[in-house]
């Protein structure tokens, strides 16, 4: 039998494969989606490892730099100001140890946390 939009036993194929194949996009759509939340819960996770992992490792470093610096500034105070600079050498040095103990530790803390955070998503 023909109708005006095509034969009457063909439509209801249509019907059928074109609710299938809707069924089978929003199936795919739950299912990205759900991967997706998937992956921002397991890069929290590591991020926040990453982040413990990476202060352990460096905690004190700008500390170490400043307690050097200051042996080292009094080391120099003594030999260049025959003692009476020593306060001096050491203050200038405590303050030249920690901006240096910060900078490298910061630099040390970015390496840690990559290392760690890179560790974390492939073993995940």
């Keep these: 039998m023909q109708s005006p939009r095509g034969n ?3 439509r209801p194929i249509r019907t059928v494969a074109r609710n299938a194949a809707a069924a089978l996009a929003a199936a795919a ?5 759900a991967a997706s939340a998937d992956a921002a819960s397991r890069r929290a996770y590591c991020d926040q ?5 990476a202060d352990q490792q460096t905690a004190g470093d700008t500390v170490g730099g400043a307690v050097g610096g200051a042996l ?5 105070g003594a030999l260049v100001g025959g003692g009476r600079a020593v306060g001096a050498g050491a203050a200038i040095g405590a303050g030249a140890g920690a901006l240096g ?3 490298n530790g910061s630099a040390q803390w970015r390496q840690n946390y ?4 890179n560790d974390c998503m492939q073993g995940y």
């Design 101 to 103: 103990g910060a900078a």
């Design 8 to 10: 009457i036993e063909e």
């Design 49 to 53: 490892q990453a982040r413990e992992y």
């Design 114 to 117: 990559w290392a760690s955070f």
């Design 72 to 76: 080292l500034g009094a080391g120099v």
């Design 29 to 33: 759509l739950v299912v990205s989606l």
